[in-house]
């Protein structure tokens, strides 16, 4: 019968195929390449009792690949989110202040009649000068009824403070009236007393056009 030698069983195309798109797709698309590593698996096994080094390495770069992707697709998706987030705030804040500044319009355009009080840089917010003592009292009683005129049309947040200040601005003048002689300094004092006029400042620099709030 002669001498009996061991033959190498050749491995099938088709093994040798799924082998090499069992790895391709591990990295490429690591869950479909988790199943077809499964597949090759088993076809090794059915075929040389094993499954092929290539196959198991499919398998576990798969199982790698997989996982990596699961943490780099939350990682962007909280990024994404957080943008998404952001974006809305953002959004949300301009809407609020469109709003104001829509409800504001009145008051702004009534104070940009009187353009000093705001409008150029004086820390005593237009209050008159003495230039002519008998011309004071008058003054300083026209920009009261400035005041006046404003606090009907005043914007819902600072309506308290424009009524404060110009409920203030009266006062001084009431006393100024019963002065033999105009004291102005002490009127500035009464002026900044409170932290109203402050605000309204802010407000109008925010809300109303460059020209009343000097910018």
């Not at 992707?69 to 301009?94: H, K, P």
């Not at 006062?171 to 002026?191: E, T, W, Y």
């Amino acid at each position: 019968m002669g001498p009996l030698a061991p033959r190498v069983r050749e491995v099938p195309g088709d093994l040798r195929i799924i082998d090499i798109a069992a790895i391709v797709l591990a990295f490429l698309l690591p869950p479909v390449g988790f199943v077809v590593a499964l597949v090759a698996m088993a076809r090794g096994r059915d075929f040389r009792g094993w499954p092929s080094p290539l196959a198991r390495a499919a398998t576990w770069v798969a199982v790698v690949m997989t996982f990596v992707m699961a943490v780099a697709g939350a990682f962007l998706w909280f990024e994404l989110e957080e943008q998404r987030e952001a974006q809305a705030a953002a959004d949300a804040a301009a809407a609020a202040h469109a709003a104001v500044v829509a409800e504001s319009e009145e008051f702004c355009a009534t104070l940009a009649a009187t353009p000093t009080i705001f409008g150029t840089g004086d820390p005593d917010y237009g209050w008159p000068q003495l230039e002519d003592p008998a011309g004071y009292v008058p003054a300083i009683s026209a920009y009261a009824a400035t005041w006046q005129g404003l606090v009907p049309v005043a914007p819902s947040g600072i309506a308290e403070q424009v009524t404060s200040f110009s409920a203030r601005v009266d006062g001084i003048v009431a006393v100024a009236n019963s002065l033999p002689s105009p004291n102005r300094a002490g009127d500035l004092l009464d002026l900044h007393s409170q932290a109203d006029i402050a605000t309204i400042d802010g407000f109008v620099a925010e809300y109303c056009s460059p020209e009343i709030s000097g910018e």
